[in-house]
């Protein structure tokens, strides 16, 4: 089975240059935690509810002026639409993340797989959260 049979498509991603506040809004009509950053077409990073709270709210950053780059985490985990399912699983236990961004081979985004998501292959999700939840 292939990431692209799995993931989540039509992914939304924000521009570097948007406001917390837009970002926050955007999850919330979006019902997420987590959005990519994209500067064009290329990813550039990916920001989460977390990321908001820990790096700006605690931090006591002016909301109403920082930005998505401000706040984003940079090094981004990815795996490609033709990968098997078995590798990106273990690409996210070796990384200890609950997402993998899915690229293409122009390495332009087209979805992303979650723990979730890996319930379509049902024998890789016990031992990934395990993996994952023991190593956080």
Not at 24 to 46: E, H, Q, W, Y
Not at 67 to 86: G, H, I, Q
Request: glycine share 6%; charged share 30%.
């Amino acid at each position: 089975m292939k990431a692209r049979e799995v993931m989540t498509s039509n992914v939304e991603c924000v521009s570097p240059d948007i406001g917390i506040f837009d970002i926050a809004r955007k999850m919330k009509s979006l019902d997420v935690g987590f959005i990519p950053v994209c500067d064009n077409d290329r990813l550039v990073g990916t920001i989460t509810d977390r990321d908001i709270v820990i790096r700006g709210i605690a931090e006591g950053l002016d909301l109403d002026s920082t930005k998505a780059r401000e706040l984003m985490t940079s090094d981004v985990f990815y795996c490609f639409e033709d990968d098997n399912v078995e590798d990106v699983a273990h690409r996210m236990q070796e990384k200890e993340v609950r997402r993998m961004l899915i690229l293409n081979r122009s390495k332009r985004l087209v979805g992303v797989v979650s723990i979730g998501d890996l319930s379509q292959a049902e024998q890789l999700v016990g031992e990934t959260t395990r993996d994952i939840t023991e190593a956080a």
